[in-house]
């Protein structure tokens, strides 16, 4: 067995940001025109006003400031509430493949390796831009990476799960060097008309190289382990697929995006998160109060608090669970990701722990030493 470890990371950041003003702003011009197509309904008691969404509410529920978006008109226009993205022809690279590539040669780059020297990519992501061919095929043809390519998709999870497979295939010798990207166009799933949600995303891509310690270039993170854990649950769910045109069903087609049960998802999902560290650490003989830093997903500030508060036994400071998602938003799977890209800055033997989180449910840990 070989010994796998992380050298580079890169992320691709979109060039629009939406700040909480201008997102409440648009949903509650949305509302008002609502309101007043359906005042008739409203008022005989046969439909429910919308009621306004709030910038106080929005950051004191989630921590969120601003999201990134591919575009910002589509999504604040009160008469469309969707971001636009052009189609492109089958020749041209498609849009999430070329996130992902842009995110891709930046963790190249860190790790000093060039394409030839990588034997594998996988596109670990919540949404994929079509069923197939894969996303991971035309982010490798781009690149010009021989050897193969495939998607996986544990929606929030995803980068943990993509880690872990990345990492088995260095430590058992089927790949000197593997390309784990996530790109998340999280804006085209999230239902921008519905204030309960509207706040919850933004996109981005990230991008991960995992290659074998003997053969690194930069000194990089040892993957000390890894570990995988899922249990079904209803609380977050989006139903698009492709049975969807066979189903035969017109109007009400809301499940045909993200949807959750947010308290229940906050309540049930911290305490399986939290245990789940624990025990991969105890498992590696190591404790939380030996870790240097928590790299969350982000989804939800007090989320995180609560968990590096049940692993650590009190509050953690900025730089042991580092946020992003004031400025990112959830990214979904890319989340736990720009925190280690962001906030990677360990010293040689210090400890970390990369974990996501969300839909399934699912939630992996990665145990990292700095070389
Ligand atoms: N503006 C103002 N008020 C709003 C609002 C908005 N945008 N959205 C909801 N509200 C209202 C609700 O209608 C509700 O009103 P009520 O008490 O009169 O019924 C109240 O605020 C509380 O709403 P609730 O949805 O219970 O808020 P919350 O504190 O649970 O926060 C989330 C919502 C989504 C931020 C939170 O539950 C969460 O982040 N959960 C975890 C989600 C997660 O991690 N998911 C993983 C996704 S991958």
């Known amino acids: 067995m070989h010994q796998a470890v992380i050298t580079g990371t890169g992320l691709y950041t979109p060039p629009h940001a939406i700040s909480n003003e201008e997102l409440v702003a648009s949903f509650n011009e949305y509302a ?4 007043a197509a359906h005042a008739d309904e409203i008022a005989r008691g046969e ?4 009621a ?15 999201r990134y978006v591919v575009d910002k008109e589509g999504i604040l226009d009160p008469e469309r509430m969707c971001p636009r993205i052009e189609p492109r022809s089958n020749e041209s690279l498609s849009v999430m493949a070329e996130m992902a ?26 949404n994929m831009q079509r069923a197939y061919p894969a996303m991971a095929i035309e982010v490798q043809q781009a690149l ?37 990207v996530n790109p998340e166009i999280c804006s085209a799933h999230l239902e921008w008309r519905d204030r309960d949600c509207h706040f919850i995303f933004g996109d981005v891509a990230t991008a991960v190289v995992v290659e074998r310690a003997d053969l ?4 990089g993170y040892e993957v000390l382990g890894t570990r995988l854990a899922t249990v079904f649950s209803n609380n977050i769910r989006n139903n698009a697929g492709f049975l969807n045109r066979a189903e035969d069903k017109n109007g009400d087609l809301r499940d045909k995006l993200f949807v959750q049960e947010g308290r229940k998802v906050f309540k049930e999902v911290c305490p399986m998160v939290a245990e789940h560290i ?31 508060k049940r692993l650590l036994e009190r509050e953690a400071t ?45 939630v992996g840990s990665v145990v990292l030493r700095k070389r």
């Open 101 to 126: 590539v842009t995110a891709a040669r930046d963790a190249l780059a860190a790790a000093g390796r060039s394409v030839d020297e990588i034997d594998g990519v996988i596109c670990a992501a919540s």
């Open 216 to 219: 690194a270039k930069t000194a």
């Open 318 to 362: 900025l730089e042991e669970a580092p946020v992003i998602l004031d400025r990112y938003a959830n990214t979904s799977s890319a989340g736990s990701i720009i925190a280690f890209h962001l906030h990677g800055d360990l010293a040689g033997g210090e400890l970390g722990v990369i974990s996501s989180f969300g839909a399934g449910y699912s």
């Open 144 to 180: 010009g990476i021989q050897g193969w390519a495939f998607d996986m998709n544990v929606a929030c999870s995803s980068a943990t799960f993509g880690i872990e497979q990345a990492a088995n295939a260095v430590k058992l010798g089927n790949a000197r060097a593997v390309l784990m």
């Open 32 to 35: 008002r025109r609502w309101n």
């Open 47 to 50: 439909l429910s006003a919308l």
């Open 278 to 308: 624990a025990s991969h650490l105890g498992s590696l003989e190591l404790h939380p109060s030996g870790v240097k830093r928590f790299w969350l997903h982000q989804a939800n500030l007090s989320m995180n608090q609560l968990i590096a």
């Open 52 to 66: 306004d969404s709030s910038v106080e509410f929005i950051e004191k529920a989630s921590g969120i400031k601003q």
